[in-house]
């Protein structure tokens, strides 16, 4: 998985940058049967400091599809974990997408798809 971090208006703070490739590493677990190059994960990080807000904008791109989640509060911490909550409930649907659950979950479907094997 190809990983770009960027940061707007605000210096690179290392605790920050901890905090990221943590969270970052724990995608990489989550996608170990999808990685490969076509895996790109960007995370934008911005202050606005008119409002004392930040940013945090998180782009993955997976084979097929692009997930993207963004958020914005005032603590630059608890911003950037929930923007990474968001993508990992994202990548459990996709996954399950992938599986095909979409169709167990449906009575008629089921009982057809029983059927045929």
């Known amino acids: 998985m190809n990983v770009n971090i960027e940061f707007k208006n605000l210096p690179p703070d290392q605790t920050l940058r901890k905090l990221i490739d943590r969270l ?9 049967g999808l990685d490969g190059d076509e ?10 400091t008119a409002r004392k807000l930040y940013r945090v904008s998180i782009t993955l791109e997976l084979p097929k599809k692009t997930l993207a989640s963004q958020e914005e509060r005032h603590d ?10 968001e993508i990992d409930r994202q990548i459990e649907t996709y996954k399950a997408t992938l599986r095909g659950e979409h169709e167990w979950k449906r009575r008629a479907r089921r009982e057809e798809l029983r059927k045929n094997k």
């Open 39 to 48: 895996t790109f994960l960007r995370v934008m990080v911005e202050e606005n």
């Open 76 to 85: 630059i911490n608890e911003t950037v974990r929930d923007a990474f909550i």
């Open 24 to 32: 970052t590493g724990k995608l990489r677990k989550k996608l170990a």
